[in-house]
T-cell receptor, first 114, second 113 residues
Framework: DVKVTQSSRYLVKRTGEKVFLECVQD?????MFWYRQDPGLGLRLIYF???????EKGDIPEGYSVSREKKERFSLILESASTNQTSMYLC?????????????FGDGTRLSIL | DQQVKQNSPSLSVQEGRISILNCDYT??????FLWYKKYPAEGPTFLIS?????DKNEDGRFTVFLNKSAKHLSLHIVPSQPGDSAVYFC????????????FGAGTRLFVKA
């Protein structure tokens, strides 16, 4: 069974801090994704990666960056945290990304920026 | 511009009855549609999918119907059980300038015992 693990379930940070959210998958998946989930807005894609060291912007990349140095690990970085980045962050992975294949999600990190 | 819309934020159904969750989309290039279920404090999990060349797919108590001309799909749960209480996300995939999955806003289903 695919396991996607996010390093923290809850995180509280201060405005202006640099924040790192880590995600690890154990199934050798090519693709990894970062979403944020906000009430009434569903899941919005921040960044995704289809290979090591490759990254693509999603729909809302502003204020974020990512790093994928190893295939199993995909990090989301908030360069200078702001209160409007308070949200639930979800990491996901998939093998190919094409066809009907679904994504496998971690349990999320609830991030609060004070 | 929301390409995948779930217009009902919530739905309440009696145990044993049918739950119908609706989803509309705007992009005719989508190839596949998926439903995910999400419990509180957990990530979404895949439930059922349908190809754009089909109009129905069934898996146990869950059936998804696709009406391409109306750009509408629905998820039917029969019979509904209290354990089905969760948020349901409709999602669409296809080459829309990238292999992204577009998610709707979600519908929270309450199944009352």
């Amino acid at each position: 069974d695919v396991k996607v693990t996010q390093s923290s379930r809850y995180l509280v940070k201060r405005t202006g801090e640099k924040v790192f959210l880590e995600c690890v998958q154990d199934m050798d998946h090519e693709n990894m994704f970062w979403y944020r989930q906000d009430p009434g807005l569903g899941l919005r894609l921040i960044y995704f990666s289809y290979d090591v060291k490759m990254k693509e912007k999603g729909d809302i990349p502003e204020g974020y960056s990512v790093s994928r140095e190893k295939k199993e690990r995909f990090s989301l970085i908030l360069e200078s945290a702001s209160t409007n980045q308070t949200s639930m962050y979800l990491c996901a992975s998939s093998l190919t990304g094409t066809g009907p294949e679904a994504q496998h999600f971690g349990d999320g990190t609830r991030l609060s920026i004070l | 511009d929301q390409q995948v819309k779930q217009n009902s934020p919530s739905l309440s159904v009696q145990e044993g009855r049918i739950s119908i969750l609706n989803c509309d989309y705007t992009n005719s290039m989508f190839d596949y549609f998926l439903w995910y279920k999400k419990y509180p404090a957990e990530g979404p999990t895949f439930l059922i999918s349908i190809s754009s060349i089909k109009d129905k797919n069934e898996d146990g108590r869950f059936t998804v119907f696709l009406n391409k001309s109306a750009k509408h799909l629905s998820l039917h749960i029969v019979p509904s059980q209290p354990g089905d209480s969760a948020v349901y996300f409709c999602a669409a995939k296809g080459y829309t300038g990238g292999f992204k999955t577009i998610f709707g806003a979600g519908t929270r289903l309450f199944v009352k015992a």
